[in-house]
């Protein structure tokens, strides 16, 4: 079991940027996948965007040329640099680990971080 804990979130104008942060207990090791995935009131939990330890990133659709995934694969830290913040993208973010691709969720999940995107 890893645990993984969030921060960086909080209330932030539309247009504005935010740098949330990822921290695993387990450094041993790498993981091979690492991911931030949001849930908003009343929506199902999507991926955001994700990490491989070979490089390769995922991310999804509303996010793609504002968002910015980044790891280190020695320390299994993981941070997501948003830009150009949305109200649509006010949600809890979750990080997630321990999984073998990107395509599902890994076993380990943090406790979440909320980012609230308002005028």
């Known amino acids: 079991q890893v645990q993984l804990v969030e921060g960086g979130g909080g209330l932030v104008q539309p247009g504005g940027s935010l740098r949330l942060s990822c921290a695993a207990s387990i450094t041993t090791y790498r993981l091979i996948t690492m991911a931030w995935y949001r849930q908003a009131p009343g929506k199902q939990r999507e991926l955001v965007a994700g990490?491989?330890?070979?490089?390769?990133?995922k991310y999804a659709d509303s996010v793609k040329g504002r968002f910015i995934v980044s790891r280190d694969n020695v320390k299994n830290t993981m941070s997501l640099q948003m830009n150009s913040l949305k109200v649509e993208d006010t949600a809890v973010y979750y990080c997630?680990?321990?999984?073998?691709?990107?395509?599902?969720?890994?076993?380990?999940w943090g406790q979440g971080t909320q980012v609230t995107v308002s005028s």
């Open positions: 990490a491989m330890t070979s490089g390769d990133t």
């Open positions: 997630n680990a321990g999984g073998y691709d990107l395509g599902l969720p890994g076993p380990s």
